[in-house]
């Protein structure tokens, strides 16, 4: 282990709850220190267009916008580097975090912006054809099935947004949702159900994924348990999964409390865990709004936090 490093506030996550927090902490003269993770940006870096962030009436891309986002806390001199967190030990203050297993940092204050992550089917193929066909992210791998047919699974607001992103690449996009509704916002439900290349195909699921050595098809069962039940086979080159997200928060579970589904639980109103001194910002902390807006407020909110705690502390 290399030596500790000491410092006031460490912000863990680069998505807009950890990018926000990191420009209000560096504007407090906190000298927050931000680690990455594995995906720079978080999940808007696998959105395309993003129309409802304030400010931008034209749109802007995930990528872009996250790029603005980080510039601008490097402005205020936040310290952002590469590095995923991979032990936590909150017994008592400085809160010590490994980071790549090698290097411990000692913080005064802690927020945990890890978002979330997609959730997969659970079956063998995912894997066997992972990078084969499978995906969880169209804006990443669309492009490889242009004039190609495909599949994306749910019925949310996401596997709306893949499916007519794909729609304008692919051939035709069949979705594949478990119930005779979709759960999506009824602007997006519209533009799918109109769109001439989508097939909803409500009350299928997913048995299992055939072809040779890539995706060329899914076997389905519409129906499942019912009188009549049906068997149905899709020709498919790609299959993306939008069945929605686990919350980042598997790292400081042994000491922080967190809901049935991993949800970091924080103290109505505020980004407060359980820990005094660690505040909970962005997807990892909200099952409900998952918005980029909303966690940019979050990590607004836990950086405004922080710097109190960390005042009334001295
Ligand atoms: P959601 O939880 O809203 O939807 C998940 C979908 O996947 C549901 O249709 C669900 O079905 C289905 N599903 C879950 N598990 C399975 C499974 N094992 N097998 C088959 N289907 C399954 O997640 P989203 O990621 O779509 O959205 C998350 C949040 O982000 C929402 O609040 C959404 O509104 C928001 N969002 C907003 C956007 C925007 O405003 N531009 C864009 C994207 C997301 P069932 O309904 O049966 O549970």
Redesign the pocket.
Known sequence: MTTNEKIQCLIIGSGPAGYTAAIYASRANLSPVLYQGMEPGGQLTT?NE???FPGFPEGITGPELMDKMQKQAERFGADIRFGRVTATDFSASPYRVTIDNEKVIEAQSIIIATGATA?Y??LPDEQKYAGSGVSACATCDGFFYRNRPVAV?????????EALYLANIASKVYM????PF????KI?QERVLQHPKIEVLFEH??LGLTGEKVVEGADLVKRRGQTDEEKVHIAIDGFFL????KPNSEVFKPWIETDENGYIKTIPGTPRTNVEGVFAAGDVADP????AVSAAGSGCQAAIEAERYLVDKK
């Not at 699974?153 to 947004?161: F, L």
């Not at 409900?288 to 918005?291: D, G, I, K, N, T």
């Open positions: 959105t993003v129309e409802n959730k089917l659970g699974v749910g019925g949310g607001d996401t596997a709306c947004e594949i949702v478990r119930k979709l759960r999506a916002s997006m699921e997913t939008a069945i929605g997200h409900h709004y998952r918005q």
